[in-house]
């Protein structure tokens, strides 16, 4: 593997769905901690490597490949401060009334 092609792998996320069957169940699975996504089905929907996906095939994991997703840094107008947070929070208690602060 190039240099090029082991960073561009590492920058790369694949969503699949994981099929359970009598051998391999949901506690199964678990134990593998992997980041799982909402499934809108109810299926076991989650994001790997490509050395987890590998590691799931090798161990007998049926798998169904969703999509490959690049990953990106966030962009930071999508990041709330805590003053962001306090802010919102504050203009959503305008006008109730609160205990007074301890002074």
């Known amino acids: 593997m190039t240099q090029g092609s082991d960073s561009s792998a590492s920058r790369e996320r694949i969503e699949l769905v994981i099929e359970l069957d ?19 089905e109810g299926r076991v929907r989650v994001l790997v490597s490509e050395d987890q996906l590998r590691r799931l095939q090798q161990d007998g994991f049926t798998v169904e490949l969703q999509q490959r997703i690049r990953v990106e840094a966030l962009d930071p107008s999508l990041v709330y ?5 306090r802010a919102w929070v504050e203009s959503r208690l305008e006008g109730l009334p609160r205990e007074r602060e301890a002074e």
């Open 81 to 85: 401060t805590d003053d962001d947070a």
């Open 22 to 40: 009598e051998t391999r169940d949901l506690d199964s699975v678990e134990k593998l901690d992997l980041d799982r996504v909402p499934d809108p």
